[in-house]
């Protein structure tokens, strides 16, 4: 089936630096990936959707200069989190919808553990 | 703006017992729901998913789910539940063509 990895799983980093998270459609192409957030016990906040070369669609409150989102390639995705503060610490997972997919299926990562210290 | 409520935060069941997961969506056009599962510290897992045609849904690990547009809701169940199905589940809808809403979550916990 369809795998999605994302890397780190997780990372600490201090206040003020930046952090890069990778995510790979491992054995399929995506023509658009997912960003999403999720705070202990809470559920998934999409923060942001790419597409393959084109620059990312943030959701509102999102603010993009913080989260640099790039769609390089149909397998990778990445999200910058600019000069993190201890309140962006929390679960980062992005997903990937299939380039023929017609089920509208996305396939998740297994998430980015962030601490910001 | 499509929206969906999942009516339970955590629902505690014995083993080998029945459950049943409640969720309601808000929608005035045709919708595509799905149910997903996460683990501890993992991704999201698709258990099934509601696009048409049938609307007893069945998925894996022994799930199914009952689409009812008259009442907007897609239920989850399973009629005997293991150790194994502790987790968190959520039910998503599809909002335009690509953007998943997701309701708040349901901590499954299944006790000896």
Known sequence: GAVVSQHPSWVICKSGTSVKIECRSLDFQATTMFWYRQFPKQSLMLMATSNEGSKATYEQGVEKDKFLINHASLTLSTLTVTSAHPEDSSFYICSARELTGSSYEQYFGPGTRLTVT | AQSVTQLDSQVPVFEEAPVELRCNYSSSVSVYLFWYVQYPNQGLQLLLKYLSGSTLVKGINGFEAEFNKSQT???????????????????????????LVFGQGTRLTINP
């Open chain 2, 73 to 99: 809701s897609f239920h989850l169940r399973k009629p005997s539940v293991h150790i194994s199905d502790t987790a968190e589940y959520f039910c998503a809808v599809l909002q335009g063509a690509q953007k």
